[in-house]
C-alpha cells in the first residue's frame, strides 16, 4: 500500500464504503490521510457523572438510563430527553429538541460517549446536557477502545454510513502500515519555516499527542494543521505560477501602437477617460505590445466604466488587422454589450456583430461567414462564440465578461480560436484579495478604482415588506418628476422569479400605476421582445420595469433613479451590489430599496453592509466572509479549487505566506534537484488535486 493505492483495495473497504468515500472526494489513501477532523474532543480526562459541575464542558461515557419520548405538551413538543447513568450515584439528562429520530437510536443500555456542556437544569433540579454530542461505544469495544476514548480524539465529518469511528479506525490501520514517505515540500521550504514534516503532520492531525492544546486544534492552528495548510497552498501557488511562466514564455501578437491606433481611439471616445481608465489602458496597452499573450484580469466596480476601456482595447487590436472578441454570460448582457459598442463604434466606421444562442439557424450561418471573412472586426455573443463551430478570420483579442461566470476552460476555448490570442477578463465583483490569488492566481491584475465624474452616491434603504405601500408612493414620487424605476426579482431558479416577477408586474400595472407604462423583463423571453422592451425602457417610454436577475448585468439608463429588490435578504451581497449598480449611472440622486421579509441579526446586519456602503471591495469581503468561497461565486464553474483542508478566509494568513514561499521557489529555486523533483510532484498531482487545468 502507497499514497496513491485507491482506497477500495484498503483493508475494510468495499465497493460500498468506497463510494461513500468518493462522494467526499476522497479516492486514495492520501486523500484519506488529508481528510482533516472538523473537531478534536479531549476525552483523556473522561469524567464520572458525579464529578461534573455546571458550566463546564465535559465527556462522559455513560449508558442510556431511560428515555422520555417527546412529549405532546405544546412546550415539549419535539423535545427528545434521556437519562443517563455510569453506574455512579448521580445520574445526568440529555436533552435535544427536534429530536425524534433519537427514539430508535438511544436505546436504553446503549453504551455512549457524551460531550457537552453541563447545566443545572433549575426546573427538574438536575444535571443537563442540551444538544450534547454522542457517540455510541460497542460494549465488544475493547481492543480498539484506546481509539475512541482516552485521548484527544478527532471527529471527522461522516461519509454516508461511514461514521467518525469508522473514519478513526481506517485512518489507524493505514497508519500502521504504510511506510513513511519522503517528504514532498522541498527541504529548503521546510527549514526555513520549520515545518513538521508530512509524515509527522499526518500522524498529529489523526493522533494529537495529549499534550497539544485542544483550542488550538480546533482553530486548525496546531503545527501539523499549519503544515498540511501551508502545502496545499504551496502547490496551489506554485501550479499558478507555473502557469503564468509558461504563458509568459509562449509567443503572442506583438500589437503595434502606432498613431493610427491614437487617432481612432480619440474619434471614438465620447468623452474623457477617468485617470484610472487611462492608467489601466496603459497596462492593457503595455501588454498587448509585448510579444507575448497578454493575460489580465479587470476589475472595476459596477458602473466605472470598464466597456470603455474594452473598446479602446478592441481598437488597438483592430487597426492592427486583427479582430476583437467580447464573450458575455447573458444574453441580455450580450446584447447590452453589442448596443454599447456598436455606439462607441459607429463613428469611427467599425462594423460590430452579435452572435447568440437564440438566434435562427439562418442569421448565426450568415453572421458566422461575416466572421470567418474577417469582414466583422469586432464581434460579440454568448456561450454562442465558443460552442458553435465559429472560425474567426484572425482572432487577436478575446475579452471575457463575467468571467467567473464561465469556467478556466471556457476561457482556454474561446483563446483557441485563435493563435495565442490576447486575453483580458473583466470583471464587475469585486474579488477578494483572497479569491484572486486562487482563482486568478494566473492572471495579470488591472484595477479600475475610480468612478466617472458626477456620480452621487447612491442612498439605500431597507424596508420590511409590510411597508411596501411607502415603497410604490415613493416610486410615484420619482416618477412624477420624470425617473424611471426598476423593480426586480433576484432568485436562484430563473422560473421561481419569473413567476414573482409576472406577478408582480400585473399587480402594479392594474392596480399600484394604472396610469404609467409598466412592462416585464425576464430570461424567457424572446430575444426581438428583450431588445423591444430595453429599447422603449432606454428610450423613456416605459416608467417602470419588473425584471429578474437578467438585468443584473448589463442595462444602462441613466434616467433610472430607483432599483426596488424584492427578497433581498435571499441573495449575496456582492450580488446585490451589482444591481444596485444599475441606477446611480447619471447626474440625478439614486435610490436603492432593498425589501425583505422578517430578518434575525445576522440578516439586518448583511442589509445594513449594504445600506451604509458602496464600496465594492468591501462588500465583497463581508459576503466571502459569510458566506464562504463556493457561494460567493454562486455557481461550481468558479475554477476554484478543490481545497482539502486549507480555508481561504480562515487561513489568509497562511496563503500569503504559501504564495510568496511559491513564488520565490519558481523564481529562484535553490537547486536544480529541488526544483526537478517539485515539478514532477506537481505535475502528477496538480490535475487530480485541485481539478484545475494541467500546467505544462
Ligand atoms: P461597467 O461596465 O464598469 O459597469 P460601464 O462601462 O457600463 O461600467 O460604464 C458605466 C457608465 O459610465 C456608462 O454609462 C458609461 O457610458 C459611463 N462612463 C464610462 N466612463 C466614463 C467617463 N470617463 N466619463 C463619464 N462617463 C463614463
Ligand atoms: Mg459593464
Known amino acids: 500500500m502507497d499514497l496513491e493505492t485507491p482506497l477500495k483495495f484498503v483493508k475494510g473497504v468495499g465497493p460500498a464504503r468506497a463510494e461513500m468515500l468518493e462522494s467526499k472526494g476522497l479516492r486514495v489513501v492520501a486523500d484519506l490521510l488529508t481528510y482533516a477532523p472538523f473537531r478534536y474532543e479531549d476525552r483523556s480526562k473522561v469524567k464520572r457523572v458525579s464529578e461534573l459541575a455546571p458550566g463546564e464542558m465535559a465527556t462522559v461515557v455513560v449508558r442510556v438510563h431511560s428515555v422520555k419520548a417527546p412529549g405532546f405538551q405544546k412546550r415539549r413538543l419535539g423535545m427528545f430527553e434521556a437519562n443517563f447513568s455510569d453506574g455512579g450515584t448521580a445520574t445526568l439528562d440529555g436533552k435535544w429538541f427536534h429530536g425524534q429520530y433519537l427514539k430508535n437510536v438511544l436505546v436504553p443500555g446503549l453504551q455512549v460517549a457524551l460531550y457537552g456542556k453541563v447545566e443545572f437544569d433549575g426546573y427538574t433540579r438536575r444535571l443537563t446536557m442540551m444538544h450534547p454530542e454522542f457517540e455510541v461505544i460497542p460494549d465488544d469495544d475493547d481492543p480498539e477502545a484506546s481509539l475512541h476514548t482516552g485521548r484527544i480524539v478527532p471527529v471527522y465529518e461522516a461519509a454516508g454510513k461511514i461514521t467518525t469511528r469508522v473514519f478513526r479506525q481506517l485512518l489507524h490501520q493505514v497508519l500502521e502500515t504504510l511506510t513513511p514517505v519522503d517528504d514532498p515540500l522541498p527541504e529548503s521550504v521546510m527549514a526555513r519555516l520549520k515545518l513538521p514534516s508530512y509524515w509527522e503532520a499526518i500522524r498529529q492531525l489523526h493522533f494529537p499527542a495529549p499534550d497539544v492544546d485542544l483550542r488550538t486544534l480546533n482553530g486548525f492552528a496546531s503545527p501539523a494543521h499549519f503544515r498540511l495548510i501551508f502545502e496545499e497552498f504551496f502547490w496551489l501557488e506554485c501550479g499558478l505560477a507555473l502557469k503564468r511562466a509558461k504563458a509568459r514564455e509562449m509567443e503572442g501578437i506583438a500589437f503595434q501602437l502606432t498613431d493610427a491606433v491614437r487617432e481612432k481611439i480619440k474619434a471614438m471616445l465620447p468623452f474623457k477617460p477617468t485617470g484610472a481608465q487611462k492608467r489601466v489602458l496603459a497596462e492593457i496597452a503595455q501588454d498587448m505590445a509585448a510579444g507575448r499573450p497578454m493575460n489580465r484580469l479587470l476589475q472595476g466596480d459596477v458602473g466605472s466604466g470598464k466597456t470603455l476601456v474594452a473598446a479602446e482595447a478592441a481598437i488597438i487590436a483592430i487597426e492592427n488587422g486583427y479582430q476583437a472578441a467580447l464573450l458575455a454570460p447573458t444574453e441580455i448582457l450580450a446584447t447590452q454589450h453589442y448596443f454599447s459598442f456598436r455606439n462607441l463604434f459607429h463613428k469611427i466606421g467599425y462594423v460590430v456583430v452579435l452572435l447568440t444562442g437564440s438566434q435562427t439557424?439562418?442569421?448565426?450561418?450568415?453572421?458566422?461567414?461575416?466572421?470567418?471573412?474577417?469582414?466583422?472586426?469586432?464581434?460579440?455573443?454568448?456561450?454562442?462564440?465558443?460552442?458553435?463551430?465559429?472560425?474567426?478570420?484572425?482572432?487577436?483579442?478575446?475579452?471575457?465578461?463575467?468571467?467567473?461566470?464561465?469556467?478556466?476552460?471556457?476561457?482556454?476555448?474561446?483563446?483557441?480560436?485563435?493563435?495565442?490570442?490576447?486575453?483580458?477578463?473583466?470583471?464587475?465583483?469585486?474579488?477578494?484579495?483572497?479569491?484572486?490569488?486562487?482563482?486568478?492566481?494566473?492572471?495579470?491584475?488591472?484595477?479600475?478604482?475610480?468612478?466617472?465624474?458626477?456620480?452621487?452616491?447612491?442612498?439605500?434603504?431597507?424596508?420590511?415588506?409590510?411597508?411596501?405601500?411607502?415603497?410604490?408612493?415613493?416610486?410615484?414620487?420619482?416618477?412624477?418628476?420624470?425617473?424611471?424605476?426598476?423593480?426586480?426579482?433576484?432568485?436562484?431558479?430563473?422560473?421561481?422569479?419569473?413567476?414573482?416577477?409576472?406577478?408582480?408586474?400585473?399587480?402594479?400595472?392594474?392596480?399600484?400605476?394604472?396610469?404609467?407604462?409598466?412592462?416585464?423583463?425576464?430570461?424567457?423571453?424572446?430575444?426581438?421582445?428583450?431588445?423591444?422592451?430595453?429599447?422603449?425602457?432606454?428610450?423613456?417610454?416605459?416608467?417602470?420595469?419588473?425584471?429578474?436577475?437578467?438585468?443584473?448585468?448589463?442595462?444602462?439608463?441613466?434616467?433610472?433613479?430607483?432599483?426596488?429588490?424584492?427578497?433581498?435578504?435571499?441573495?449575496?451581497?456582492?450580488?446585490?451590489?451589482?444591481?444596485?449598480?444599475?441606477?446611480?449611472?447619471?447626474?440625478?440622486?439614486?435610490?436603492?430599496?432593498?425589501?425583505?421579509?422578517?430578518?434575525?441579526?445576522?440578516?439586518?446586519?448583511?442589509?445594513?453592509?449594504?445600506?451604509?456602503?458602496?464600496?465594492?471591495?468591501?462588500?465583497?469581503?463581508?459576503?466571502?466572509?459569510?458566506?464562504?468561497?463556493?457561494?460567493?461565486?454562486?455557481?461550481?464553474?468558479?475554477?476554484?479549487?478543490?481545497?482539502?483542508?486549507?480555508?481561504?478566509?480562515?487561513?489568509?494568513?497562511?496563503?500569503?505566506?504559501?504564495?510568496?514561499?511559491?513564488?520565490?521557489?519558481?523564481?529562484?529555486?535553490?537547486?536544480?534537484?529541488?526544483?526537478?523533483?517539485?515539478?514532477?510532484?506537481?505535475?502528477?498531482?496538480?490535475?487530480?488535486?485541485?481539478?484545475?487545468?494541467?500546467?505544462?
Open 361 to 696: 439557424k439562418g442569421e448565426k450561418q450568415q453572421i458566422k461567414k461575416l466572421i470567418g471573412s474577417g469582414l466583422t472586426p469586432m464581434v460579440v455573443g454568448t456561450h454562442a462564440l465558443i460552442e458553435e463551430d465559429v472560425e474567426f478570420h484572425k482572432l487577436g483579442l478575446a475579452i471575457i465578461d463575467e468571467q467567473h461566470r464561465f469556467g478556466v476552460m471556457q476561457r482556454l476555448l474561446l483563446q483557441k480560436k485563435g493563435v495565442t490570442p490576447d486575453v483580458l477578463v473583466m470583471t464587475a465583483t469585486p474579488i477578494p484579495r483572497t479569491l484572486a490569488l486562487t482563482v486568478y492566481g494566473d492572471l495579470d491584475t488591472s484595477v479600475i478604482d475610480e468612478m466617472p465624474p458626477g456620480r452621487k452616491a447612491i442612498v439605500t434603504r431597507h424596508v420590511s415588506e409590510e411597508r411596501i405601500e411607502l415603497v410604490w408612493g415613493f416610486l410615484r414620487e420619482q416618477i412624477d418628476v420624470g425617473r424611471q424605476a426598476y423593480v426586480v426579482y433576484p432568485a436562484i431558479e430563473e422560473s421561481e422569479a419569473m413567476k414573482a416577477a409576472e406577478e408582480m408586474h400585473r399587480h402594479l400595472k392594474e392596480r399600484v400605476f394604472r396610469d404609467l407604462k409598466v412592462e416585464l423583463l425576464h430570461g424567457r423571453l424572446k430575444a426581438a421582445d428583450k431588445e423591444d422592451v430595453m429599447r422603449r425602457f432606454q428610450q423613456g417610454e416605459v416608467q417602470i420595469l419588473v425584471a429578474t436577475t437578467v438585468i443584473e448585468v448589463g442595462v444602462d439608463v441613466a434616467n433610472a433613479t430607483v432599483m426596488v429588490i424584492e427578497n433581498a435578504e435571499r441573495y449575496g451581497l456582492a450580488q446585490l451590489h451589482q444591481l444596485r449598480g444599475r441606477v446611480g449611472r447619471g447626474a440625478e440622486q439614486s435610490y436603492c430599496v432593498l425589501v425583505t421579509g422578517k430578518l434575525n441579526d445576522a440578516g439586518r446586519e448583511r442589509m445594513r453592509t449594504l445600506t451604509d456602503s458602496t464600496d465594492g471591495f468591501h462588500i465583497a469581503e463581508m459576503d466571502l466572509r459569510l458566506r464562504g468561497p463556493g457561494e460567493f461565486f454562486g455557481t461550481r464553474q468558479s475554477g476554484l479549487p478543490a481545497l482539502r483542508i486549507g480555508n481561504i478566509i480562515r487561513d489568509r494568513d497562511t496563503l500569503e505566506l504559501a504564495r510568496s514561499e511559491a513564488l520565490g521557489f519558481i523564481e529562484k529555486p535553490p537547486s536544480v534537484e529541488e526544483s526537478r523533483r517539485a515539478i514532477t510532484y506537481l505535475k502528477d498531482h496538480w490535475q487530480r488535486r485541485y481539478g484545475l487545468v494541467q500546467v505544462a
